[in-house]
């Protein structure tokens, strides 16, 4: 199967998905041109966030209906401040009005790639020194608590996006002195360890739900 | 016009820029630190060396370039020498002899011990000047020479656009110097914007209009744009001051309350009409804080307005990037102090298979991206 996959956000995330997908799916291996794609191959189009993002996924459903050796169009988008409900039907609409491909899928990262980072329970510190992120833990602790509940965080004027990367960064250079995250180097996030971490806390505990559209879009 | 061009620097500065085919239109693409400015500033050090005498970076250059009627093979290394000054350690500068596709003719050759033009030795001249300097009233040498005075970049940071838009006088000698040489005098002279509208109104009234007409379409809310005199701003004195009126906006507005986009694009506009033929204009990042009206403009004004006119454009800015033709990309990698430079065209075929936008597929090359 070759799927093609459209993902909103930086280069960071397109890095993200190439090295999660192949662990969701061992036969897929990441190429990184359309004519590059015979068998069981996966392109990525990442939009670097430019508001253009529409129209990728309508350039993507033409490069899919032109190319039949391509079996599936997966689009992944952050929610944001939307329900994940609300943004899988504004996409979906979308592609249904560009003339959807008869294969595919919508990845609605509720409510953005941080958020499943953020179930990784390793990477909690049981007692952080750092009192900005005992502060965090205080007022939303991502250990016990389904991270896709985080609120937003009015006293660093955040809405919960950005307060997500902020608590993922924090937990990481606790944990990690010198790593750190950001959505153009998400370098703490390529190892297989960090993506089965996050698939057990959705597995074990049902948190994180949306991370459940992921596992079976490439399947 | 330079049609291809590398660079290797020596210790401290060991940067290598791999051999570029340059043409008319050249778009430098590449993510942050790839090395697009590196390669201007050695192209513009190499020219302030050969044109002014300025002070030069050790390195070696190989450059092809192209004049009216001869083509020009130039292999140059300058550097330290035993005693720690610095000087010319090889020069060879070749012609192409005309009707042949392969054979050049030696015009110049130079090592630190021997120099001659022509196969006849000369006696020792300045060490540290290039023999393209020194010998540039010869007649087969002058074209050549004169590409590197006609190198021109414009900075459109901060202070490149307060001295862009100051105020100034107009001397009788700028006058009498553009009546009896033209575009060449006004572009030795570079006086602000306003002096040069000043003397393009005076003296050059059909590009002048151009400038106006271009400037007002840009910015359609500008009803009427005249060089005035300061006495008539609260700026006072005897300057020429560039001035618009817009819809809506009571009395004149002086070019130096203009927003800076304006000021910007006034200033391209002004340079590329003015531009004498076989010069070398470098915009670097022009595109920083304006807004996508103040872009647009650019790529069809170079087609239309840029003949003769040779190009060096950095950007990172989708439009434009989308809206050049792939040919005249040369996308910049960086690995290490190694700069590799592949052409668009080497692009194209491959981007064609895909109808995501141009920019989008360069962003999601590993070639630009430096992720594969």
Known sequence: MNIYLVVEGLVGEKQVYAHWVPLVNPSLRVVNFI??????????????????????????IDD??????????????????????????????????????????????????????????????????????????????????????????????????QFAARYLKKLLNEKHRNITYSKSNPRALLHDKFYYSVKTRFEKTGHIDSFDNFLTAFI | MISS?????????????????????????????????????????????????????????????????HEYRWEFQCGANAQGSNEIIREVLEQRRSGSQEDFEILIKRTSEAFSFHGNALPKLQADKPGVTLLKEEEVIKPFYEIFTRVHRRKFQEEGLIAAVSLSQVTQEQVSSIKSHGMSAMWKQDPPLSVKMFLLKEHFSDLYQISINAFKQVFTSIIDCDVKWSKEFPAGGQFP????????????????????????????????????????????????????????????????????????????????????????????????????????????????????????????????????
């Open chain 1, 35 to 60: 004519d590059e794609i015979v068998n069981d191959h996966l392109i990525i189009y990442a939009g670097m966030g430019y508001p253009s993002y529409l129209e990728m996924i309508r350039n993507g």
């Open chain 1, 64 to 161: 899919v209906k032109r190319n039949a050796h391509i079996d599936r169009l997966v689009i992944a988008v952050d929610s944001e401040d939307m329900s994940c409900e609300d943004k899988y039907q504004e996409i979906d609409a979308y592609v249904k009005l560009c003339g959807a491909p008869l294969n595919y899928r919508i990845i609605v990262q509720h409510f953005c790639l941080e958020t499943w980072a953020l179930g990784n329970q390793a990477l909690v510190t049981r007692r952080p020194s750092d009192p900005a992120l005992q502060e965090y833990r205080k007022e939303f602790d991502v250990l016990g608590r389904d991270p896709q509940l985080l609120p937003s965080y009015p006293k660093e004027n955040l809405n919960r996006s």
């Open chain 2, 5 to 69: 061009y590398y660079f290797k620097g020596f210790p401290p500065e060991q940067w290598e820029l791999e051999e570029t085919l340059l043409s008319n239109i050249n778009l430098f693409v590449g993510a942050s630190g790839s090395g697009k400015t590196r390669f201007l500033n050695t192209l513009c050090n190499l020219s302030e060396f050969v044109s002014k005498g300025e002070p030069f970076r050790p390195g070696y250059w190989r450059i092809t370039a192209i004049t009216n009627e």
């Open chain 2, 241 to 372: 001051l560039l001035a618009i009126k817009e819809k809506g906006v009571d009395g004149w507005v002086p070019l130096p309350d203009l927003s800076s986009g304006m000021q910007k694009v006034l200033l391209i506009i002004s340079d590329i009409i003015s531009l004498p033929k076989g010069s070398i204009y470098i915009i670097d990042e022009y595109e920083n804080s304006l807004g996508v009206n103040a872009i647009d403009f650019l790529p069809q004004f170079l087609l239309d307005h840029g003949d003769g006119i040779q190009f060096l454009v950095t950007t990172h800015h989708p439009y434009l990037i989308n809206s050049m033709p792939m040919k005249s990309w040369k996308v910049f990698h960086r690995t290490g102090s190694r700069v590799m430079i592949k052409d668009g065209a080497e692009f194209e075929q491959r981007y064609g298979k895909s109808k995501q936008q141009a920019f989008i597929q360069l962003m999601n090359d590993p070639f630009y991206s430096g992720i594969a």
